[in-house]
Nanobody, 127 residues
Framework: QVQLAESGGGLVQAGGSLRLSCAAS????????MGWYRQAPGKEREFVAG????????NYAESVKGRFTISRDNAKNTVYLQMNSLKPEDTAVYYC????????????????????WGQGTQVTVSS
């Protein structure tokens, strides 16, 4: 059974940092694009960041550019999201996602391109 397990969420003050992790099990994602999404209360799920299988290409939402960094450790089958300079508007449930195909050169931004999804981890930024 394929699972994506997010961790690292929590409560942080504005201006602070958090590092989210997404550990995959059940199959290797070493050759698949991975992404992070988030959903705030009352809002639709939105793309945050994506990274290709080898880390060669990344994409970020405009709202997080320069503050968030996506990375991966294929040996650990894990993807990370380093979040700095957090703002109250970053408060949301953050989800990890993985594509099913391999060797894609696109750091996908569209949710329908991801097949596997985690259960999410809550990030709350206080003002």
């Amino acid at each position: 059974q394929v699972q994506l397990a997010e961790s690292g969420g929590g409560l942080v003050q504005a201006g602070g940092s958090l590092r989210l992790s997404c550990a995959a099990s059940g199959r290797t994602f070493s050759w698949s694009t991975m992404g992070w999404y988030r959903q705030a209360p009352g809002k639709e799920r939105e793309f945050v960041a994506g990274i290709t299988w080898n880390g060669g290409n990344t994409n970020y939402a405009e709202s997080v550019k320069g503050r968030f960094t996506i990375s991966r450790d294929n040996a650990k089958n894990t993807v990370y999201l380093q979040m700095n300079s957090l703002k109250p508007e970053d408060t949301a449930v953050y989800y990890c996602a993985g594509r099913r195909d391999v060797y894609s050169g696109t750091a996908s931004t569209e949710a329908h391109e991801y097949f596997y999804w985690g259960q999410g981890t809550q990030v709350t930024v206080s003002s």
